[in-house]
């Protein structure tokens, strides 16, 4: 199996900061891309950002400059550190790989989601 589990969620002050963890595990060969969604009720999914095995990162213009993602190829994870933290940032977030498997296939994997709040 492959699984992939996000970590770090919760509520968080404006302006404040909070950090997302996604680890993958089972029978994987290599990620290709490693990326972050998220999802108000209501609205379209929207990738927040994106990485390569490679390094090479995107992100949303909403969250340019606030916002870093970064992986450890090592270790299977990636990271989203969410800094200056706004109520609009206020949704489900959910990680999210392009990977190929030991015996060869190539897959999306989800995680499960985890809520992000930013209230005062």
């Known amino acids: 199996q492959v699984q992939l589990v996000e970590s770090g969620g919760g509520l968080a002050q404006p302006g404040g900061s909070l950090g997302l963890s996604c680890a993958a595990s089972?029978?994987?060969?290599?990620?290709?891309?490693m990326r972050w969604f998220r999802q108000v009720p209501g609205k379209q999914r929207e990738v927040v950002a994106t990485?390569?095995?490679?390094?090479?990162?995107s992100y949303a213009d909403s969250v340019k400059g606030r916002f870093t993602i970064s992986r450890d190829n090592a270790k299977k994870t990636w990271y989203l550190q969410m800094h200056s933290l706004k109520p609009e940032d206020t949704a489900v977030y959910s990680c999210?790989?392009?990977?190929?498997?030991?015996?060869?296939?190539?897959?999306?994997?989800w995680g499960q989601g985890t809520q992000v709040t930013v209230s005062s």
């Open positions: 089972g029978s994987i060969f290599s990620i290709n891309i």
């Open positions: 990485i390569t095995s490679g390094g090479t990162t």
């Open positions: 999210n790989a392009h990977l190929r498997t030991n015996w060869g296939s190539s897959s999306v994997y």
